[in-house]
C-alpha cells in the first residue's frame, strides 16, 4: 500500500508555469507507475499524464501535449509534474495516483488504486 500527498498547487496568472509534487510513503514507490489526473468544475475526472515505473517512459493527454511535463525521483518516493504556459481551462483539482493493474491502459482512472487527496490549480485569465 501507498500513501500519496500532493503539493505545489496555487493561483497562477495565464501563461505562467506551476510544479505539482506527490511525495509517496513506503519502500515501494518504484513498484507502481504513476499518473496525474485532474477534475475540472462540473467535468468528469481525465488523464493529463503517466510515468512509468522506471521514468523511461512518459505520456501525456493531447490537451497538455507540448506544455506539462511529467517526471518521477525514485529516491526520493516523488513524482512530478511540470506545467508550463498554463491556460484558464487547465484550472481543476490535480491528483496523483499509483497504478496496481495493467489489463487496461495507463489513462484509464480503473488502473490506479492508490490516489492523493488533490491540489487545487487555478488559472487566471
Known amino acids: 500500500q501507498v500513501q500519496l500527498v500532493e503539493s505545489g498547487g496555487g493561483l497562477v496568472q495565464a501563461g505562467g508555469p506551476l510544479r505539482l509534487s506527490c511525495a509517496a510513503s513506503?519502500?515501494?514507490?518504484?513498484?507502481?507507475?504513476m499518473g496525474w489526473f485532474r477534475q475540472g468544475p462540473g467535468k468528469e475526472r481525465e488523464f493529463v499524464a503517466a510515468?512509468?515505473?522506471?521514468?523511461?517512459?512518459?505520456y501525456a493527454a493531447d490537451s497538455v501535449k507540448g506544455r506539462f511535463t511529467i517526471s518521477r525521483d525514485n529516491a526520493k518516493n516523488t513524482v512530478y509534474l511540470q506545467m508550463n504556459s498554463l491556460k484558464p481551462e487547465d484550472t481543476a483539482v490535480y491528483y496523483c495516483?499509483?497504478?496496481?493493474?495493467?489489463?487496461?491502459?495507463?489513462?484509464?482512472?480503473?488502473?490506479?488504486?492508490?490516489w492523493g487527496q488533490g491540489t487545487q490549480v487555478t488559472v487566471s485569465s
Open positions: 495516483a499509483a497504478r496496481v493493474t495493467y489489463s487496461g491502459s495507463y489513462y484509464s482512472p480503473n488502473e490506479y488504486a492508490y
Open positions: 510515468i512509468s515505473r522506471s521514468g523511461g517512459s512518459t
Open positions: 513506503g519502500r515501494t514507490f518504484s513498484s507502481y507507475a
